[in-house]
């Protein structure tokens, strides 16, 4: 939450402090006027990212569940005379952790790749579609085959889900009006804390003025880091890239 950003804003509004004690400009405006104008709509903005984030990480369960089950249904539905089971077994499991790694790959692309990035990953449930049409072939019953494919569904709905979440975010009029807000209040505000030193001592108005930029500009930080769930430049981003984990799992008889 500490960045240059914030530095800088807390300085400029402990010199608009000083050049409104200097030249006299002190007024007691309403400090309610913050809460009003910029925090109660970035607390909205933060709580909507926030529900984008929590969203994002039940569709990525369900994606990694329906994965699992068409993994289970390869190893388990294969006639076990048919020498052919392990081989599809094998190539099964190495599509799906190819799939894992272009899901990756996509939903953290920058907007520019995106359209190659998402024919990589419908190649890969194309694969696994095709697949499934070589376990009819060695006497997988037909309903087993339809249910294969509902669990390929389902992977497909939860990646779009995630996909909407990456390119539908916060409003952007919403974002922009709070860091535009967020970042020049503790500055505007100036014969506001001028009035501050006057009234008490002179240093309380300056670490007001300080304060104020601290917890606007971390707010502002706050709801830039939680925008993007996918861009693992934060802690509370989703941690997309799970081949190693699943692998191991798929070791496991």
Same mark, same amino acid.
């Given at each position: 939450m500490i960045d240059s950003q914030m530095i800088i804003v807390a300085t400029l509004s402990a010199l608009s402090t000083y050049a409104c004690l200097r030249f006299k400009l002190a007024a007691d405006l309403p400090s309610s006027l913050i809460g009003i104008a910029v925090v109660f709509p970035v607390v909205f903005s933060i709580n909507a990212a926030y529900r984008r984030r929590e969203e994002a990480l039940g569709y990525f369960a369900d994606l990694k569940a329906s994965s699992m089950a068409l993994y289970y249904a390869y190893r388990d539905w294969v006639p076990?005379?048919?020498?052919g089971g392990l081989s599809y077994e094998k190539e099964f499991k190495d599509l799906l952790l190819l799939t894992f790694g272009k899901i990756h790959q996509h939903l953290r692309a920058t907007d520019n790749v995106e359209? !190659?990035? #998402?024919? &990589? @990953?419908y190649r890969q449930f194309s694969d696994i579609s095709k697949l499934h049409e070589k376990l009819r072939s060695i006497g997988v019953p037909a309903n087993e085959i339809s249910r294969a494919n509902q669990y390929l569904r389902g992977m497909m709905i939860d990646f779009e889900k995630l996909r909407n979440i990456r390119l539908y975010r916060t409003p952007v009029s919403l974002r922009a009006y709070s860091h535009i807000f967020l970042n020049t209040f503790p500055i505007i505000f100036g014969p506001f804390f001028a009035n501050i030193s006057i009234k008490y001592y002179v240093s309380a108005g300056y670490i007001l003025a300080i304060l104020y930029s601290v917890i606007l500009v971390s707010l502002d930080n706050i709801q830039e880091e939680l925008e993007n769930p996918f861009d693992?430049?934060?802690? /509370? /981003? #989703?941690?997309?890239? @799970?081949? /190693? !984990?699943? &692998?191991? #799992?798929?070791? !496991?008889?």
């Open positions: 076990k005379q048919n020498q359209k !190659e990035e #998402l024919c &990589s @990953v693992e430049k934060g802690e /509370d /981003d #989703l941690r997309l890239d @799970v081949r /190693d !984990e699943y &692998s191991i #799992l798929m070791n !496991e008889k």
